[in-house]
């Protein structure tokens, strides 16, 4: 009896691995463990190494399938947003890289301290020399809690939008160059502030007489993101269209093909 009872918990065990066993012999499995619980515990001290083994299978398994249904989740969520693509607010006084009637809206929500923004920063300037003249690219805060050092220079990127977008974008494109640098904190933001040829008598002024207006246009940008979904940094709308995470260009590039195909963007 014991030997049976060990195989079929050594059988239960290598079954962690595979879906292809019978409903049956799983029924008699789990009623056997149920009452002699202790013939799982001795299979594993007597077999440690095969049980591992069975255990890294069962969980590399197990992230596939958790991979599978993350891949349909989002590919449902696409199909929704096709339909009813999201409405960010574009101000009048947005600062926007590329010309204000291309077909395509690309709106970042983005944190100047985070790793994957920086990736998520080259990815933009790719799709730019890809689609010229075809992307309008706005970018908006999500300053993340944990990283120090990205509100303050989201406050300068605004501080600085103030005086002229194109101001802006030199700094934003500087800060994105080396992100490990702001943990110099004001004077390497005053830095490159300079560089890109900021008045630096405005910039401090805006900064001290404009800070509650500066605040609440982040928190504006924080609240946008967070009533679309956007968790994480980077958050990008592509028309409307939710790309969560740092995609690589050919995501992108396929959801402008599927705009195309659906007469959504004609480029």
């Not at 499995?29 to 299978?57: G, H, R, T």
């Not at 003249?133 to 300053?143: A, E, N, V, W």
């Not at 967070?226 to 590039?253: H, S």
Request: charged share 25%.
């Amino acid at each position: 009896m014991k030997k049976r009872l060990t195989l079929l918990a050594t059988t239960l065990a290598l079954s962690l691995s595979t879906s292809l066993y019978a409903t049956e012999l799983k029924d008699e499995i789990s009623k056997v463990l149920k009452d002699n619980p202790e013939i799982l515990y001795q299979v594993i001290q007597e077999n440690p190494a095969e049980f591992m083994a069975v255990l890294q299978v069962a969980a590399k398994q197990a992230q596939q399938q958790e991979a599978i249904t993350k891949r349909l989740q989002e590919q449902k969520e696409l199909e929704a947003a096709f339909s009813k693509p999201l409405k960010p607010e574009i101000r009048n006084d947005e600062a926007i890289r590329g010309p204000r009637n291309a077909p395509l809206v690309l709106v970042e929500y983005s944190d100047f301290q985070c790793p994957y923004c920086q990736r998520g920063y080259k990815t933009v300037m790719e799709l730019m020399d890809k689609y010229p003249g075809k992307i309008q690219f706005i970018y908006k805060h999500l300053p993340l809690d944990f990283h120090a050092e990205a509100k303050p220079t989201a406050r300068y990127y605004e501080a600085l939008r103030m005086q002229s977008n194109e101001l802006a974008f030199k700094f934003h494109d500087a800060v994105f160059q080396d992100i490990n640098k702001l943990k110099q904190g004001v004077p390497y933001l005053q830095q490159l502030a300079q560089q890109a040829g900021a008045d630096m008598k405005l910039l401090s002024k805006t900064l001290n007489e404009r800070g509650t207006e500066i605040e609440a246009r982040i928190q504006q940008d924080i609240d946008e993101a967070r009533k679309f979904g956007m968790t994480g940094t980077p958050g990008f709308l592509l028309n409307g269209i939710p790309l969560r995470g740092a995609y690589p260009i050919a995501q992108f590039e396929n959801i402008i093909k599927e705009l195309q195909k659906r007469k959504l963007a004609k480029l």
